[in-house]
């Protein structure tokens, strides 16, 4: 396994190494190009992963301190914990379900199709569904989803029989086990799914396709991928010119190290990756960095989300099996008829008992709550995931007195629903418990949404340098050698999980700077 | 389907050898209203217990005994041992809550009989720090503690058994009957 030289400037610095900066540091690596990963968090694999909700939580995810502010309900029950994402290496994928969709054509042109909606700063994508094929196709080869290349669906499991049969009453017709990217026959040396559930806690059979499992080691076997774990990065150093020229990391024992660098990707989430780039304001660049626009960190996108849970007179059983085993896709369209525009997808979505007492109905109590868990075996239940209006006052901003362990600000993370995306919610719960009703529940539950799991937007993609932080290709439009590499780039958030979204564009990305690369031009 | 034992956490056949499965599963279905053990560290005797009819009024499952509630405050008892903010908040909430319950029901909190008269008590106070720490704790006391899952229909950890691949991961068979 290849070791670099924290003064090797030749190298590309890669932080994060999850969705985005696992997959471009493999497929830069591959082109070989040398690459030193950064992440924050430590290495776990998939041995270590723990079947227990609590346990995996404590040993995964995300934890640093984070505050949180606006209308949204996740502020008054999760204040400390605005998102549900991991600090590991491998990201975010070691979490994910492994749904993996592809955005429809109309979701990258929104300001032009849905025109311009009150409060919401709608902009098109610099890059077209026809441009994005290619990269979607190669995503899609590499993490083996099913329901592309010739891969079978997976089977479904009890919580997918139930959102099926009840769909399929209501007269929907695109339902279907998903485009998951989780093994349902061996494949890339990972063998095929077991149904174990606990899917969120880190898939302990290695069918589900994780950059821990599937990129990263690849990219460590060429010899030009170092990936350090426990190395958080604090700030993002340049020179006179303005170009950047490292990173300053606080390693395994807190202590400062300065990684030189050709050019350094960004992909620490929505979150960290603004924070990351205000966090290195300099004299030159008092706003922070690629922050002309005055976009870095706003336009803070975390989906349409909610749940759906239903409880029946006989067994379900819901956690046997894939965590989200299928999905409704009619609703995925754009219908301004509806009361909204965009849509949403329905996708089974199951927790264990400690879970489901945390979530059903945050700070719930009493017998009505106490009735509900009773019926935990009896119970099914989806999440609702839809396009949510992006809004420059939903913004990730450096708090002004809150410290986090290395001497920085913590971030603050500001959301108030859009109308359009109350809207959408009401509709969806609607539907979601109309489903159920057709294989008559006993009764419904209306979950608002867990803490954010899809987190986008903070460094937007835009054709114009003032209306954006990075160009099509994730580079920024003020600094040539610094990218940004995560779903933070999204320019809008569309109705599909992210993840199939931002392994393309890291495809692409990286395809990208080799070329830059070759040319000398970065 | 393939349903589960939900009486305890022992396997069927140690049922069936030991013929004594009230016996077996007596640890997690003592019946309600039983003697606990707990010696209180921090809290008074009296508080705990109305600490512990405080637990079971928030999460009220009729299939638990008093043992999975009182192991619960047990554990926000030991905690406040040396911490004196922490046996405040406790002694003082259980003191608000005897006072609510002796002005709206003339009787303290554990005396008052029906449970709806105990909810009247507890709505007027459910915001409190204190009742919101006795809530916090139940939340992961109760449905994280293993021993209660099986009660639950919960099946826990599932690698270690192969995953539910050849057990009953799609095996549901009503819904064509619905």
Not at chain 1, 341 to 349: A, C, K, Q
Not at chain 1, 483 to 509: C, K
Not at chain 2, 104 to 126: F, G, N
Request: with cysteine; glycine share 10%.
């Amino acid at each position: 396994m290849a070791t670099f030289d924290l003064n090797d400037a030749t190298v590309v610095v890669v932080v994060g190494s999850g969705a985005g900066g696992g997959t471009l540091s493999n497929e830069l690596a591959q082109k070989g190009i040398k690459v030193v990963c950064l992440e924050a968090g430590g290495r776990h694999e998939m041995e270590d992963f723990q079947n227990d909700e609590w346990g995996s939580f404590g040993q995964i995810s995300w934890l640093d301190k984070r505050t949180t502010s606006g209308t949204w309900r996740v502020a008054k029950d999760f204040a400390g914990l605005p998102a549900w994402i991991v600090k590991a290496v491998g990201g975010s994928t070691v979490h994910w379900a492994g749904a993996s969709l592809r955005f429809q054509e109309h979701e990258f042109k929104v300001k032009t199709v849905y025109g311009d909606i009150k409060g919401a700063s709608l902009l098109d994508w610099p890059i077209t569904l026809a441009e994005m094929e290619p990269y979607y196709d190669r995503a899609e080869k590499k993490m083996g989803t099913t329901r592309t290349n010739g891969i079978p669906g997976l089977p479904g499991n009890n919580n997918y029989k139930v959102l099926e049969a009840g769909a399929k009453r209501l007269g929907y017709k695109e339902v279907h086990t998903g485009r998951m990217s989780i093994n349902s026959e061996p494949r890339d040396d990972r063998g095929s799914c077991q149904q174990i559930g606990f899917c969120f806690q880190g898939c302990k059979s290695g069918a589900k396709w994780s950059t821990l499992i599937a990129e990263i080691p690849k990219g460590e076997a060429t010899g030009n991928l170092e990936v350090r774990p426990n190395s958080q990065v604090l700030t993002i150093e340049h020179d006179d010119a303005g170009k950047v020229t490292g990173v300053v990391y606080a390693d395994k024992d807190g202590k400062q190290q300065r990684q030189k660098a050709r050019v350094v990707c960004v992909a620490g989430n929505t979150i960290e990756s603004p924070r990351l780039l205000l966090n290195s304001a300099s004299a030159k660049f008092p706003d922070g960095l690629a922050n002309s626009s005055g976009q870095v960190g706003k336009n803070y996108m975390r989906h349409m989300t909610a749940s759906v849970y239903a409880t029946f007179e006989r067994p379900v059983h819901m956690y046997r099996g894939t965590t989200m085993a299928g999905i409704v896709q009619d609703e995925a369209r754009n219908d301004p008829s509806r009361g909204f525009v965009g849509g949403y997808e329905l996708e089974t979505l199951s927790l264990g008992l400690p879970f489901m007492a945390a979530f059903l109905d945050p700070g719930g109590w009493g017998r009505d709550f106490a009735a509900a868990m009773d019926a935990y075996d009896h119970m099914a239940g989806m999440w609702i995931v839809g396009e949510d209006m992006p809004q420059e006052s939903n913004r990730v901003t450096l708090h002004a007195t809150e410290k986090d362990q290395h001497g920085l600000p913590v971030p603050n993370v500001h959301f108030d629903d859009h109308p359009n995306d109350v809207a959408m919610r009401e509709h969806a719960w609607t539907q979601g418990s109309a489903i159920y009703d057709a294989v008559k529940a006993t009764k419904t539950y209306r979950t608002p949404p867990y803490p954010s799991t899809h987190n986008m937007g903070t460094n937007r993609m835009s054709e114009n340098a003032r209306d954006g932080v990075v160009n099509k290709h994730g580079q920024t439009h003020d600094i040539a050698n610094l990218f940004i590499s995560d779903g933070s780039q999204f320019t809008t958030g569309a109705a599909e999980n992210p993840t199939l979204t931002i392994v393309a564009l890291a495809v692409r990305q990286a395809d990208f700077i080799a070329e830059q690369m070759g040319k000398n031009a970065i | 389907m393939r349903l589960i034992d939900k009486r305890a956490r022992v396997s069927r056949r140690t049922l069936l050898r030991t013929g004594a499965a009230v016996a077996v599963a007596a640890p997690v279905a003592l019946a309600a209203g039983q003697a606990i053990a707990a010696a209180p560290v921090a809290v008074t005797g009296e508080a705990f217990a109305t600490l512990v009819k405080l637990a079971r009024d928030i999460y009220p499952h009729d299939r638990l005994a008093d043992a999975i509630y009182a192991k619960v405050i047990e554990g926000i008892d030991t905690a406040a041992k040396d911490d004196a903010d922490a046996k405040k908040l406790l002694m003082d909430g259980v003191a608000a809550l005897d006072s609510a319950a002796m002005g709206m029901k003339h009787a303290s909190y554990a005396a008052v009989p029906s449970y709806d008269e105990r909810l009247e008590i507890l709505k007027t106070m459910e915001t409190s720090p204190f009742f919101q720490k006795i809530r916090g704790a139940l939340v992961t006391g109760i449905y994280n503690n293993q021993e209660v899952w099986p009660v639950f229909g919960y099946e826990g950890e599932s690698a270690a058994l192969g995953g539910y691949i050849n057990r009953g991961f799609g095996d549901i068979d009503w819904l064509d009957k619905v």
